[in-house]
């Protein structure tokens, strides 16, 4: 990397991404007395921000620091667990208030804006950073960087170069390309040697051929459990959250939560069941259904059941006991019981991959945190260097548990180079 004849900057502190991570950890940097400039590739800052929770940005969840760190699996939550007791969820919840922002609490334990805009969020971020003396540069992509002496030189398009002794990294992972995230991050990470867990999409709608799947495209399913089968037949994983059956897939959710695991093994032959009535034993089941058939003239299955399921669904999950079509509960014999019961607690669906990175709301795997300093977010061993947001190897579920851990990453990393 040639640096002469360069225009560029000079800074005490460069964060490369003005997403969820880099803004809040320039703010709290430059609050803490940095010189602080923020290096953004796209024209605007805060991209994802602005496209989440459906546009309303789920910012942070109502769970408690252990339920929250837990659902990042084992390494995520021992690494997450410091960042989460330095700034829990009631905490993101506080300083949002203060920077005008308040929220609210809202169904499966999400957090939004009492506005409902996500604008309002990435607005405040974005005011926060630059009443605190943020330096904001859009249009500025970085395209490598190297450390000479106490220093480092970011390159950045446009033969611009800037300079500073602490750099923070975190130019998101690799999901919706479009928004900007591109996967720049990994390139620079393998340049410096550092160890790549092999990024996947993750949060992301589950495929199937199935086609009696496609053909109940527009069916939500609310409050069923879907559990993740693995080729040898055994559940590695559960969510229970809403579903939803679209023309490729399973979408919602329950199959996103789960979509992680299928992106790291996409050839294995998964499947998911899906129990429609998690709170229902088998037996309570099997005696309502022998209650049905006792009942006089012919009442329809699918209104009798615990909750009402939808006639093509029915229709689907007596396909799949058996039956050539919706029986009526009197003509239910006794292993034909069993088999619908069976399908009820444990629709089973086929799943052949994921949409994808298109679609993905984040990215699993990224730079393995056994080189991160889990209170500080240094890199193990490189002077000055900070990597934390989606860039790192940590993925959580859907519910404000990424922006939450975002944030929580971001306040270690510019606390750390803070004066105050
Ligand atoms: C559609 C969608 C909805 C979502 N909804 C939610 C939600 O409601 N709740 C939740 O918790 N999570 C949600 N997420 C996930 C959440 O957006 C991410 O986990 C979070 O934004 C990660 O923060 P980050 O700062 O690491 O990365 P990002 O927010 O992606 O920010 C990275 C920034 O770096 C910039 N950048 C990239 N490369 C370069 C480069 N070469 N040079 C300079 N800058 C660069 C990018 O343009 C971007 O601005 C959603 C994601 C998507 C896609």
């Known amino acids: 990397m040639d640096t002469t004849n360069q225009s560029g900057w000079n800074a005490e502190v460069l964060v490369v991404g003005a997403g969820a991570a880099g803004l809040w950890a320039a703010a709290r940097a430059a609050r803490g007395g940095r010189d602080v400039l923020l290096l953004e590739k796209t024209p605007r800052t805060g991209t994802k921000v602005l496209a989440s929770g459906g546009t309303r940005c789920n910012l942070t969840t109502t769970l408690s620091v252990a339920e929250a760190a837990k659902l990042f699996r084992s390494k995520g939550e021992r690494f997450l667990r410091p960042a989460f007791q330095n700034l829990p969820p009631q905490a993101v919840r506080e300083r949002f208030a203060e920077w005008g922002v308040p929220t609210e609490v ?3 334990e999400k957090i939004f804006p009492t506005s409902g805009r996500a604008k309002d969020v990435r607005d405040a971020m974005e005011r926060e950073a ?5 330096r904001i540069e859009l249009d500025a992509a970085v395209t490598g960087l190297r450390r000479d002496g106490d220093v480092w030189s970011v390159q950045v398009e446009g033969d611009r170069v800037a300079h500073a002794p602490h750099v923070l990294l975190c130019p998101g992972g690799q999901s919706v390309p479009k928004s900007g995230t591109t996967g720049d991050g990994y390139g620079w990470l393998q340049s410096l040697d550092l ?8 949060l992301v709608p589950l495929t199937t051929e199935a086609s009696w799947v496609h053909a109940l495209t527009g069916i939500a399913w609310a409050d069923g459990e879907l559990r993740l089968i693995d080729p040898r037949g055994k559940a590695i994983t ?7 059956f679209t023309h490729t897939g399973l979408s919602g959710p329950a199959a996103m939560d789960l979509s992680v695991h299928v992106a790291q093994a996409p050839d294995a032959a998964w499947f998911v069941r899906l129990d429609l009535f998690p709170d229902e034993e088998r037996d309570t089941l099997r005696d309502l259904l022998i209650e049905l058939g006792n009942l006089p003239g012919k009442p329809y299955l699918g209104r009798l059941l615990p909750a009402a399921i939808p006639k093509r669904l029915l229709a689907a999950i007596c396909a799949q006991a058996g039956f050539d079509e919706v029986p009526r509960p009197s003509e239910i014999g006794r292993a034909a019981r069993h088999e619908l019961v069976e399908a009820l607690k444990g629709l089973e669906v086929p799943i052949h991959g994921t949409r994808g990175w ?3 709301e984040v990215t699993a795997g990224g730079l393995d945190l056994r080189r991160v300093d889990p209170r500080t977010m240094r890199v193990n061993g490189i002077e000055g ?12 579920p859907i519910g404000g548990l990424n922006f939450q851990a975002a944030f929580a990453c971001a306040e270690l990393a510019g606390g750390f180079l803070a004066n105050d």
Not at 130 to 134: C, L, M, P, Y
Not at 195 to 202: G, R, S, T
Request: glycine content about 8%.
């Open 106 to 108: 809202a169904p499966l």
């Open 130 to 134: 630059r009443s605190a003396g943020v």
């Open 195 to 202: 160890p790549l867990i092999p990024p996947v999409p993750a």
């Open 238 to 244: 559960r969510r229970r959250r809403p579903v939803l």
């Open 358 to 360: 298109d679609l993905a």
């Open 385 to 396: 260097l900070q990597v934390f947001g989606e860039l790192l190897d940590l993925d959580g």
